[in-house]
């Protein structure tokens, strides 16, 4: 059973960074895709960033600002947040999906930039 765990996120004043993490009950090897989803209320949820091999995906809106990376233990990604927005507050999501195609949630936090 795979149990995604988020970390991190808070208040943040514009312009300030965040580093959310998200740990895995199981090595991230066992995972096809791993990535950051998130959702403003009122509003879908929308891809941030996605890591599929060695490559990367990010939302237009987040490209040079936020960024996927692992720790050498192989159990938790990060998402690095940069130069935020008032746009970026949102409830943040990670997420993996499986090599069998099943798709796991992290419990979601909550990132509000304002000042």
């Known amino acids: 059973q795979v149990r995604l765990v988020q970390s991190g996120g808070g208040l943040v004043q514009p312009g300030g960074s965040l580093r959310l993490s998200c740990s895995s009950s199981t090595s991230i090897f066992n995972f096809a895709r791993m990535g950051w989803y998130r959702q403003a209320p009122g509003s879908q949820r929308e891809l941030v960033a996605m890591r599929d091999g060695d490559t990367y995906d990010y939302a237009d809106s987040v490209k040079g600002r936020f960024s996927i990376s692992r720790d050498d233990a192989k159990t938790k990604m990060y998402l690095q947040m940069n130069n935020l927005k008032v746009e970026d507050t949102a409830t943040y999501y990670c997420?993996?999906?499986?090599?069998?195609?099943?798709?796991?949630w992290g419990q979601g936090t909550q990132v509000t930039v304002s000042s």
């Open positions: 997420y993996v999906q499986l090599w069998s195609n099943a798709n796991r």
